[in-house]
């Protein structure tokens, strides 16, 4: 089946994206002989791809991987980040990291913390980030003021932001404390700053924001201890077939 030759490199672990991209760009890459341009495809089980004059072998490619970390505050959710801010792929250890293709799926703001999966499935990541498959998820939410039942409807109902309403939302009160007030927030869309850019259109601002769940697969699981920032898990195969069931690519 034929992909674009950076997604092959990037997926296979040649290269970050990015990186395969500047690769291409450099003259580096041939397909069969011929240098490749951005948006060439190739079937690496048919053709020669070779980088530096190194053909890459079907068999190179690695296992895949699915993983959930607990995002600290201050990393950002990139493979790599030109301002040489601790990444995601710093939270695991090196062979998890290192010629694999892995990449988070979606993103977690530098200021928020919590759950964010990592794979190097880019079929499901791409399924995964497509906004028609409304991936829901769990927030804490803490905000600087006591919000009104109207507003909180009102955001539940949908809010217009840059022209656009958003979808409905699961807001629920988790407590109120002096001039705070803990949220419960179930989302399925995810535009960019989308809770923070909500709850001060709605005249308030964001003190704390922790994802605690991407659908069914939690930071914490019954009778088990929660994971802790900073640190990750390999997903259980019951989870990696809720993922592929809500991507639809399991068969039916």
Known sequence: MEERVQKILSQWGIASRRKAESLILAGRVKVNGNLVKLGDKVDPYCDRLEVDGKRIEPTQRPEFLYILVNKPLGVVSTCDDPQNRPTVLELLPQELRKGTGIHPVGRLDFNSTGALLLTNDGELTLRLTHPRYHLPKTYEV?????????????????????????????????????????????????????????????????????RTAVGSIALHRPHEPSLPSGHYRLLKASEIRFLKDHAHLLAK
Not at 142 to 149: C, K, P, W
Not at 164 to 173: C, F, R, Y
Not at 185 to 197: A, D
């Open 142 to 210: 803490s905000i600087s003021g006591d919000i009104s039942e109207t507003s909180l409807q009102q955001w539940r109902e949908g809010v217009m932001l840059m022209g656009k309403k958003t979808l409905p939302a699961q807001v629920e009160v988790i407590h109120r404390c002096r001039q705070q007030t803990c949220l419960k927030v179930i989302l399925i869309e995810g535009r960019n700053r989308q809770i923070r850019r909500i709850v001060e259109h709605l005249g308030f601002s964001v003190l704390r924001l922790h």
